[in-house]
């Protein structure tokens, strides 16, 4: 049996969260793994994350305190925390693997699996330390296994990456406040140990990112990359790349139409989900 810990990190947007969720949490189970969500949130404000939380995963939400630092620097304590709680708690001592996941990512348990087994597959014979779900940018080093595409991620954001619990021990914990959120020093870290960040590249695995849009970066910055757009496959056909049971198409639209993606999941949720779970 295969013990997965999420640790899903939360800051308002609870259209967001719910969209999420409901992806994530209602997904069928996949045989072989375990998997428990811990939720980081960091101050949320609209009462209705409450329900939200007793509703999904009362109560393992762990409410982050962090004084007077700026949005960037929350993200990087926030992952610190979660990679600490990971190693150092008892809950967690059985878990073998940690999946840091940002509320604004579709996905379900079975790609998470599929993800794990390549993770691991990867590391029968290569030194690997970290692995992405999806990278946006800075690839190299690709090569085949099998017919699917790999390669080696020299930068990437945070908001879908894997740890096995040996290679954290190995590595250790290198988020900070001071990281400006990202992965920077984790990856740093991994290279500096030894090892390498991979992901695969084609197929792209289903996982989708929706807090895309002028209006949907909770951090102090102008339009950031990928805050812009959806995530694409990287095969070089540039298509969107699709969740089963999630219309990405309809979303992209609803976005489009708001002139962001902060009204987006709300809209998507009252035309697709509103007799279902989660209310």
Request: glycine residues 6%; contains cysteine.
């Amino acid at each position: 049996m295969k013990n997965v810990t999420i640790a899903l990190f939360v800051k308002d947007r609870y259209h967001h969260v719910k969209l999420c969720t409901k992806f994530l949490q209602e997904s069928l189970e996949v045989e072989g793994f375990t998997f428990r969500t811990l939720v980081f949130d960091d101050q949320s404000r609209d009462p209705k994350m409450e329900d939200l939380f007793e509703q999904w995963y009362n109560p393992d939400v762990i409410h982050i305190c962090h004084g007077d630092l700026l949005p960037d620097q929350r993200i990087g304590y926030a992952r610190q925390m979660a990679v600490d709680v990971f190693l150092h708690c008892a809950d967690c001592k059985d878990s073998d693997y940690l999946l840091l996941l940002d509320s604004d990512i579709i996905l379900t348990k079975s790609t998470i699996a599929e993800a794990i087994q390549d993770y691991d597959m990867l590391s029968e014979s290569l030194n690997v330390g970290g692995y992405t779900l999806h990278a946006l940018r800075h690839i190299r080093d690709s090569f085949h296994i099998e017919g699917k595409l790999y390669g080696i991620a020299t930068l990437t954001g945070d908001a879908h990456i894997l740890f096995r619990r040996d290679h954290l021990e190995k590595i250790g914990n290198h988020f900070s406040a001071k990281s400006q959120g990202f992965a920077d020093n984790q990856i740093k870290a991994i290279y500096d140990a030894g090892l390498q960040y991979y992901t695969r590249l084609d197929p792209s695995y289903q996982v989708q990112h929706i807090g895309f849009g002028e209006d949907a970066s909770t951090m102090d910055r102008d339009k950031p990359f990928w805050t812009m757009r959806p995530y694409w496959t990287q095969d070089g056909s540039k298509r969107v790349i699709k969740v089963d049971g999630f219309d990405v198409i309809q979303y992209v639209e609803f976005a489009n139409q708001s002139g962001g993606g902060l009204k987006a999941p709300e809209q998507y949720l009252t035309i697709n989900l509103k007799n279902e779970r989660p209310n």
